[in-house]
């Protein structure tokens, strides 16, 4: 008699490139809501509409940029399903955080500890940051992985360049609108944490954030395509019957 064997098989262990990603993903995340409360200024040689010859930005544009490189990698490598997962169990991840930030600062501090209210009047701005960043993320990263999807359905793997841009071009107008918003007027104004900006400070805020983001979604192409070469040349797998949506 022959034994029946188990038609289910055990889950594909993670590849180097899956955790590298994902880990540049919440690195960039988490990296970009400790740093969001500080406004970064830099001079211009010329005027721009709005923020005249300074352009500023709060300090998370930088690192939440990268997010948006490592998901147009991982959804380009690994498909739509995929990349969502990952885009949403990190938007959960922002409750995480508010939940160990405002514990830490509830919880009593020794002597020797950095002034309590200093503290507080810094993390507990980052509260802001996080409810902003929470629905601006989560309506942006699903966005950018639905445009991303959809060019490629016209595209398959040619025009990598194409689905990069407008994905990202599209998602981080979304995002920049939303979370400049929110943390810098909106939950400030209901909360009574941090300051509120007014009108032409958050319009200052938008555009000097848009442009950043903009001119990384353009450099960061270039690299796109050599992680998307590479981690090919390396894993079988990762071949278009992965990124079919």
Not at 131 to 147: E, F, H, K, P
Not at 162 to 181: C, E, G, P
Not at 203 to 217: F, H, T
Request: net charge negative.
């Amino acid at each position: 008699m022959t034994q029946s064997k188990s038609l289910s098989q055990p889950p594909a262990a993670p590849t180097i490139a899956q955790v590298a990603l994902i880990g540049l993903f919440v690195t960039a995340l988490v990296t970009a809501q400790l740093t969001a409360s500080k406004v970064l200024a830099f001079s211009l040689p010329f005027s721009l509409p709005v923020t005249g010859a300074e352009l500023v930005f709060p300090g998370a544009a930088l690192a939440y940029a990268l997010t948006f490189l490592a998901s147009d990698c991982y959804a380009e490598l690994y498909g739509r399903r995929a990349a969502q997962v990952v885009v949403n169990v990190a938007f959960a991840m922002n409750f995480v955080v508010l939940v160990l930030v405002w514990s830490t600062i509830a919880a009593p501090a020794a002597e020797t500890s950095i002034d309590p209210g200093t503290f507080a009047d810094v993390l507990g701005a980052s509260t802001n940051i996080v409810l902003g960043s929470l629905l601006a993320y989560v309506v942006s990263q699903n966005w950018d992985v639905i445009v991303f999807h959809r060019i490629r359905d016209y595209t398959g793997r040619e025009k990598l360049w194409l689905r990069n841009v407008a994905s990202t071009a599209s998602s981080q107008a979304i995002d920049t609108v939303i979370f400049v918003a929110i943390a810098f007027s909106l939950a400030p104004a209901v909360l009574g944490v941090g300051p509120v900006l007014g009108v032409g400070q958050l319009l200052a805020l938008m555009v000097g954030q848009y442009l950043l983001k903009l001119a990384i979604a353009i450099v960061d192409t270039p690299i796109v395509y050599a992680v998307v070469s590479f981690v090919r040349s390396r894993e079988p797998t990762a071949d278009d019957e992965t990124t079919v949506a």
